[in-house]
């Protein structure tokens, strides 16, 4: 199946919002994680080393099933992102092994 990656900008002075919806966040990241969905996921980081983003690499059968769970997840429904992209990625250097 093919790869697709969420690059999340968070909007401006947003940090609080982040935080407050972590749990959720990370809850519904875990539930994809345990069905083999995502491939990895993690936070940009401001030139204070806060978050201001997310990097989200996930494997599903289409493009719209992506979009998909990046329109589900908890920071999406509560505003927290300025812009989401959605594209096809190609993992070449050190993909995880099968």
Same mark, same amino acid.
Request: charged fraction near 25%; include cysteine; hydrophobic fraction near 40%.
């Given at each position: =199946?093919?790869?697709?990656?969420?690059?999340? !900008?968070? $909007?401006?002075?947003?940090?609080?919002?982040?935080?407050? !919806?972590?749990?959720?966040?990370?809850?519904? +990241? !875990? %539930?994809?994680? &345990?069905?083999?969905? #995502?491939? =990895?996921?993690?936070?940009?980081?401001?030139? &204070?080393? $806060?978050?201001?983003?997310? +990097? #989200?690499? #996930?494997?599903?059968? !289409?493009? &719209?099933? %992506?979009?998909?769970?990046?329109? %589900?997840?908890?920071?999406? $429904?509560?505003?927290?992102? &300025?812009?989401?992209?959605?594209?096809?990625?190609?993992? #070449?250097?050190?993909?995880?092994?099968?």
């Amino acid at each position: =199946m093919p790869l697709f990656s969420f690059v999340c !900008t968070d $909007k401006p002075n947003s940090l609080d919002l982040r935080m407050a !919806t972590r749990p959720p966040h990370i809850e519904h +990241l !875990t %539930a994809l994680n &345990e069905k083999g969905i #995502v491939k =990895m996921a993690g936070p940009f980081l401001d030139g &204070e080393g $806060k978050p201001n983003g997310s +990097l #989200v690499i #996930v494997e599903t059968a !289409t493009i &719209e099933e %992506a979009r998909a769970l990046a329109d %589900a997840d908890p920071y999406a $429904k509560a505003g927290l992102f &300025e812009k989401v992209e959605v594209k096809p990625f190609n993992w #070449v250097f050190n993909p995880p092994k099968a």
